[in-house]
């Protein structure tokens, strides 16, 4: 059954450059406290849904071209909720709730951690602060990064697809890779995502294979007011 579903959003939502990744709800709820729970059955069907560096040019920029009559407030954001909401379209017999990764609720808690979502799911390696035994940091607080094997931090966690109706109690769980090893590098990945986000160092910790052209990097370092003029929109 997974296996059938995966299938489909993979074939759907590869080619705008996005990567799906399955897990049971019970996996992502068992590391994290009671509050930050999803609200089903721990064998439920779940997946990760991720941006990769390509979903600028066949995601978003197609989706803004034939969007361009009709008011658009974020781009990107309606871009991943156009598409990850389309899917429903093609499992017309299947409940599919979809939640973004900026959704929050009434308590301001994220409605998921993407990030805890990625590690579990094996789609990127979730660093935290407790991943280095040596910790320079004292008081201050530090949070924690996901690194993609293939991509480093050039991607996005955008959200959540869950089938209620789907239970997958022999799904089997891929560790994700563990691709920033060494102690050192793991302190210096912490240390430029926490310190230096803004000039984009952390997201080259690893060799990638792909990361976002000087036009994609441009736009995301663009305040958003000033992004349509990027997408040759006027505002
Ligand atoms: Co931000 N941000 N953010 N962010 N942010 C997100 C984390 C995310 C995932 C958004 C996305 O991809 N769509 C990305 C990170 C991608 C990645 O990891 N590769 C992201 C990014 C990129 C950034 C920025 C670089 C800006 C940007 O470009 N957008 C900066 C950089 C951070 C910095 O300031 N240096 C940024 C900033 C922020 C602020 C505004 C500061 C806040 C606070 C950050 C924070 O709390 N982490 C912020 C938020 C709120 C978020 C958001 C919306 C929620 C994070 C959150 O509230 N976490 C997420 C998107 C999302 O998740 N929906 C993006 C709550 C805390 C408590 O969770 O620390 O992970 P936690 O703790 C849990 C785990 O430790 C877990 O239990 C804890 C909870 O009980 N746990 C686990 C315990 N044990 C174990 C064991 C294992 C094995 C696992 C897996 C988990």
Same mark, same amino acid.
């Given at each position: ?7 489909? #959003? ?13 897990? $049971? ?19 439920? #069907? ?41 899917? $429903? ?6 409940? +599919? ?32 602060? $407790? ?13 924690? +990064? ?24 022999? #799904? ?64």
């Amino acid at each position: 059954m997974e296996e059938r579903v995966a299938e489909r #959003l993979h074939g759907a939502l590869g080619p705008l450059g996005f990567e799906v990744h399955a897990f $049971k709800v019970g996996w992502y709820n068992a590391v994290l406290q009671p509050a930050f729970h999803l609200p089903y059955p721990d064998d439920t #069907l779940a997946f990760v849904v991720l941006s990769t560096p390509s979903m600028f040019d066949k995601a978003l920029k197609p989706f803004v071209n034939k969007e361009r009559l009709k008011i658009i407030r974020d781009p990107v954001d309606q871009c991943v909720s156009h598409h990850l909401s389309s899917v $429903k379209e093609i499992f017309p017999d299947q409940k +599919v709730d979809v939640i973004f990764d900026y959704e929050i609720l009434p308590s301001r808690r994220p409605k998921f951690l993407a990030q805890t979502a990625a590690h579990v799911a094996g789609a990127a390696y979730y660093y935290q602060r $407790k991943d280095v035994k040596l910790d320079p940091w004292g008081e201050k607080k530090i949070f924690g +990064v996901c690194i993609h094997p293939k991509y480093g931090g050039w991607f996005a966690i955008r959200g959540l697809l869950l089938f209620p109706d789907v239970q997958v109690p022999f #799904l089997e769980q891929s560790a994700p890779v563990d691709c920033v090893s060494t102690e050192e590098k793991r302190t210096e990945l912490l240390e430029l995502f926490n310190f230096h986000w803004q000039d984009g160092r952390y997201r080259d910790i690893i060799e990638v294979k792909e990361r976002y052209s000087e036009e994609q990097k441009t736009y995301f370092s663009t305040p958003p007011a000033e992004r349509f003029r990027l997408l040759g929109l006027t505002r």
